[in-house]
């Protein structure tokens, strides 16, 4: 990535573990601290993530394992480079939810694909672009599925896996997070929501 004056921040784990909470609870701190913030995700940060977004989580039938994997490494791609490196150069905080190793953990492990590969492929999408921090909210899958159930709305392809799936997937974000202990902070998702955030901001000052 090209010189940069902004911070990048991504928020990981499995569906139900708190991220678009904390995320919410972050982006207001930090506005009311004087940081522009851009807020956005993956996939769907931008009118193309849109379109993507649809096919990868509404899509019905089935998708081959691969063509997934490219699909999210397409989105991103393009989110980088139109969303996320012009905010990083006009000084901004990123406010991410979801970045590559979603990818790793939800394609790699939960589709049983090769994680270097799928690694790879979204660090050459995005020209070997990483956050400066990672936020990893943990919570077992199936505290995160009683959270999916009282949330009454429609699960979306990857919500609507079975369990041994959610287990690779947070199996996989923990190995993550141990690999890059630099880069990660893990966070215990089921605690209260304040507790949580209250961690964050700590690690957050160090940062802007």
Known sequence: MSSRSGVWITLEGGDGS???????????WLTDSGHTVVRTREPGGSEVGHLIRDIVLHHRGDIAPRAEALLYAADRAHHVATVVRPALERGEIVLQDRYLDSSVAYQGAGRVLDATEVRELSLWATEGSLPDLTLLLDLDPATARTRL????????????????FHTRVRDSFLALAAAEPER??????????????????SRVATLI
């Open 184 to 201: 990660f902070m893990i966070l215990d998702a089921a605690q209260d929501p304040e507790s949580i955030a209250a961690g964050i901001r």
């Open 18 to 28: 708190g991220k678009t909470t904390q995320a919410e609870l972050l982006e207001k």
């Open 149 to 164: 159930d009282s949330a009454d709305k429609p699960f979306d392809r990857l919500e609507s896996e079975k369990a041994d």
